[in-house]
T-cell receptor, first 109, second 114 residues
Framework: RKEVEQDPGPFNVPEGATVAFNCTYSNSASQSFFWYRQDCRKEPKLLMSVYSSGNEDGRFTAQLNRASQYISLLIRDSKLSDSATYLCVAKRSGYALNFGKGTSLLVTP | GAVVSQHPSWVICKSGTSVKIECRSLDFQATTMFWYRQFPKQSLMLMATSNEGSKATYEQGVEKDKFLINHASLTLSTLTVTSAHPEDSSFYIC??????????FGPGTRLTVL
């Protein structure tokens, strides 16, 4: 079983829609959590860190539930430019980033 | 954020040849560099962790004699795919970090082995 599991999608949503992605991690020793965005044939780029208290960055809201080992990302008012693959990441101290398979989002006009 | 470069950005080679990929941190000294591989529609899979001046730590299932990693300085790590075969065709991405800080990714190298 992979350490970080995501629904691969694809999620096809119209512009302006709100979309939510979920992710679970299996290693309870994971301490840091992130969402990365990866465009086709490009390297992943950090979108935001994820904290138990929840954090928001513009249209993006991330949430961590340590008890259920669950991470979420909410995108409000979707833009065409949000189309990408969103990678959920968990990390243990002293270890490299552990990536999920990614959830594909396509925002349509 | 910090800048990490990779060279080449893409390479096509014949089966049996060796390919060297360079990863450089341009504006910071990286204590640790990581090498990942990504097959189409798959997640990034860590291949090895490299610390300057010491031997790389390979993940289970990654052949250290096939994927040679050299981390000669705090700003340069190289990955050599020896005797490459078509199944080695993939997107190879490096990242560099300062201690437990953020990992900065290179733009990746797309390898196609004919």
């Amino acid at each position: 079983r992979k350490e970080v599991e995501q629904d691969p999608g694809p999620f096809n949503v119209p512009e302006g829609a709100t979309v939510a992605f979920n992710c679970t991690y299996s290693n309870s020793a994971s301490q840091s959590f992130f969402w990365y965005r990866q465009d086709c044939r490009k390297e992943p780029k950090l979108l935001m860190s994820v904290y138990s208290s929840g954090n928001e960055d513009g249209r993006f809201t991330a949430q961590l539930n340590r008890a259920s080992q669950y991470i979420s990302l909410l995108i409000r008012d979707s833009k065409l430019s949000d189309s990408a693959t969103y990678l959920c990441v968990a990390k243990r101290s002293g270890y490299a980033l552990n990536f999920g398979k990614g959830t594909s989002l396509l925002v349509t006009p | 954020g910090a800048v990490v470069s990779q060279h080449p950005s893409w390479v096509i080679c014949k089966s049996g040849t060796s390919v060297k990929i360079e990863c450089r941190s341009l504006d910071f000294q990286a204590t640790t560099m990581f090498w990942y591989r990504q097959f189409p529609k798959q997640s990034l899979m860590l291949m090895a962790t490299s610390n300057e001046g010491s031997k790389a730590t390979y993940e289970q299932g990654v052949e250290k004699d096939k994927f040679l990693i050299n981390h000669a300085s705090l700003t340069l790590s190289t990955l050599t795919v020896t005797s490459a075969h078509p199944e080695d065709s993939s997107f190879y991405i490096c990242s560099a970090s300062l201690s437990e800080g953020e990992q900065f990714f290179g733009p990746g190298t797309r390898l196609t082995v004919l």
